[in-house]
């Protein structure tokens, strides 16, 4: 009931902080699958990469938010840039697995039949890899969005705005309250992008029916 | 009657694997040799581990020859770019050969579509061509490959490998995977759509009696060699203890 009171008292800013929140997620996990895919598609033509590219977007995947957001500051700066960078290296992983696993796990067999009627490279990709990878590489995309929208939480913590700011500011003034205010959208966003990439699948993607 | 089809000391090895072994190769084809007129269907016959499969790929360059030559219509298939010499040869697979995604139109229209045809045109082509091997255009078109029963998946195989009219067609136990009545009524079909095709085959089965009928030549193979190579009728006769094992086994 306080949360209603909150939110109608302070609807204009709470709803620029969804704005923002919304920002940072759209626009890093919209780069990181820009980047991701066609990496994710070049491991599955370049072997020898898939460790080491691999291995590298592991390694970011484990370090703690904070610390990169750390790292990162002195480079580009207190606030939106740090975090939307911090973002995109931690959707990149998901992205990049899943279509590099989505387009390994095509059946051989109707890789070589595509080849076998004269498909170029190219062809293959574009008519038989990356459709029936869709799944899997809207999987890696799903959770990459997910895990976005919790970590951008964190962005408020360097001055990236977002929802996170109603949390830091609560956990600061010890106000149940203010957290949930953030937390409670925040989680409710995440849902619904699920939710948004669900429609999405069902929509995008072939299936056996 | 002029070659569609000419192959001269085929030959395909596997480098030995592991640095111990350079030098040390493993031979699976080694100099086959055989031409392939317009109307005729040369039979590979082999057991599993034979041969056969590969010398088709070495035909259409899934695989590359170590040695030797092979030429469609004329042409050095070395001297081609992979992808347009595999649009010009028709190629049947065995049971998966169909892509799941794409329908039975979509499919049988594919090298059409490679070859960037007018839509109209592809779509009047896999009429006729599904029309041909006996499925209803209206009925089938829009049905995708896991609606379909083993053997109408077959027909559309062929279908999809006649569709550019290419002078060759490379089939690799097309029937393999079928239940003995469908494979037997698809064998008598595919025995009618021989004569009036008019095209050079190469038409791969362990299956004798399958050879037999289809085969104007029939060539066996073991151990990645061609033991023989005839009519069928000089095939019963021959003495050959391979033969022989594979007539005693029909």
């Not at chain 2, 010398?55 to 050095?76: C, D, F, H, M, Y």
């Not at chain 2, 081609?80 to 049971?95: A, D, F, K």
Request: proline share 6%; aromatic share 6%; hydrophobic share 50%.
């Amino acid at each position: 009931m306080r949360l209603v009171a909150f939110f109608a008292r302070n609807a204009h800013e709470a709803l620029g902080l969804v704005g923002q929140h919304l920002v940072l997620v759209v626009l890093s996990t919209g780069a990181a699958a820009l980047v991701g895919i066609p990496l994710g598609v070049v491991l599955t033509r370049r072997p020898a990469w898939r460790p080491p590219v691999l291995g590298l977007a592991g390694v970011f995947q484990t370090i703690p938010s904070l610390a990169l957001f750390g790292i990162l500051i002195p480079i580009f700066g207190i606030g939106f840039w740090t975090a939307i960078t911090a973002l995109i290296v931690y959707a990149l992983l998901p992205i990049v697995r899943n279509t590099y696993t989505g387009i390994a796990g095509v059946d051989p067999a109707i890789r070589e039949a595509g080849r076998g009627m004269g498909m170029t490279d190219a062809e293959l990709l574009r008519l038989v890899e990356l459709p029936l990878a869709a799944a899997v590489i809207l999987a890696g995309v799903r959770v990459a969005t997910v895990v976005s929208v919790g970590v951008a939480t964190i962005g408020a913590a360097i001055g990236a705005g977002g929802l996170g700011v109603y949390v830091f500011r609560g956990v600061a003034v010890v106000d149940d309250t203010l957290i949930l205010a953030g937390a409670i959208p925040a989680a409710l966003m995440a849902l619904a992008a699920d939710g948004l990439f669900a429609l999405l699948e069902r929509r995008l993607v072939w299936r056996a029916r | 009657m002029s070659a569609v089809l000419e192959v001269r000391g085929l030959g395909y090895t596997l480098p030995g694997r592991g640095t111990g072994e350079e030098g040390r190769v493993l031979p699976i084809v080694r100099d086959v040799s055989f031409t392939v007129g317009a109307g005729e269907t040369l039979v590979l016959l082999g057991r599993s581990g034979s041969g056969k499969t590969t010398t088709l790929k070495l035909i259409n360059r899934l695989l590359e020859p170590s040695v030797g030559e092979v030429l469609v219509a004329g042409q050095r298939t070395a001297a081609l770019e992979p992808t347009s010499l595999r649009r010009r040869i028709g190629y049947v697979i065995q049971e998966v050969g169909l892509l799941p995604h794409f329908t039975v139109a979509e499919n049988a229209g594919l090298v059409p579509r490679l070859e960037r045809w007018p839509p109209e045109r592809i779509a009047a082509r896999v009429r006729e061509l599904l029309a041909l091997v006996g499925l209803d255009p209206e009925a089938f078109g829009g049905r995708y490959p896991h609606q379909l029963s083993g053997g109408q998946r077959q027909r559309v195989g062929v279908a999809r490998a006649l569709a550019a009219d290419p002078p060759l067609l490379l089939l690799d136990e097309p029937f393999g995977a079928l239940d003995p009545i469908t494979r037997f009524e698809l064998q008598q079909e595919f025995r009618a759509l021989e004569g009036r095709l008019g095209k050079g085959m190469v038409f791969v089965t362990h299956d004798v009696r399958e050879g037999l009928l289809l085969g104007t030549r029939i060539g066996l193979m073991h151990a990645g060699r061609l033991l023989f190579l005839g009519t069928p009728d000089e095939f019963r006769r021959n003495e050959h203890p391979e033969v022989r094992r594979f007539l005693e086994a029909a």
